[in-house]
């Protein structure tokens, strides 16, 4: 058994200090020891997305990341997306409005990849904007409705930057 060892992860701005198994995941540690079940875990394997958070900003498959690499690192979960105040991100409202899910379940990682994919901006056509959200797996099939949710999320936050 290894031993575990001491970490400092900082998560939507809060501090927290946790002690665990060397082994346990970005992933297992949000889910399992903070409680922040709104990231996914799908296949684990880094295939589906349903995983994805932001760490240091970057988008990334929390499954494949160890804890211990967000050692004094910034997490972003879907949960710390909204403001303080309730407002929804650009994302998460469009979202809503395009009915870009159904079941839920990819939802998490699919707006978080979003954000980071506008970002990164790579929104500049339906065909860029599906291929730099090809990485999120949806088995409901919403992925049309995903690709206008992002687009409308983009030009938004595009308008608000102004
Ligand atoms: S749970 Fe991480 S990619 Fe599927
Ligand atoms: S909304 Fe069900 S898997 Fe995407």
Redesign the pocket.
């Known amino acids: 058994m290894a031993k575990n060892i001491p970490l400092h992860l900082n998560v939507n701005n809060r501090d927290f200090d946790v002690t665990l198994d060397p082994r346990v995941t970005l992933?297992d540690v949000l889910r399992e020891h903070l409680a922040l079940t709104g990231t996914?875990?799908?296949?684990?394997?880094?295939?589906?997305?349903?995983?994805t958070v932001h760490l240091d900003g970057e988008r990334v498959?929390?499954?494949?990341t160890l804890a211990a690499q967000a050692h004094n690192r910034r997490v972003t979960t879907i949960e710390g997306v909204a403001k303080s105040d309730g407002t929804l991100h650009p994302v998460q409202a469009s979202f809503l409005k395009h009915d870009a899910f159904q079941c839920g379940y990819c939802t998490p990682g699919q707006i978080m990849s979003a954000i980071a994919c506008i970002k990164e901006g790579h929104t500049g056509s339906d065909g860029e904007i599906r291929e730099y959200m090809s990485g999120n797996i949806c088995r409901c099939g919403a992925y049309p409705h995903i690709v206008d949710a992002v687009k409308e999320a983009a030009e938004d936050i595009k308008r608000e930057s102004v």
Request: with cysteine; proline share 0%.
């Open positions: 992933l996914k875990k799908g296949c684990d394997q880094g295939q589906c997305g349903a995983c498959l929390s499954c494949l």
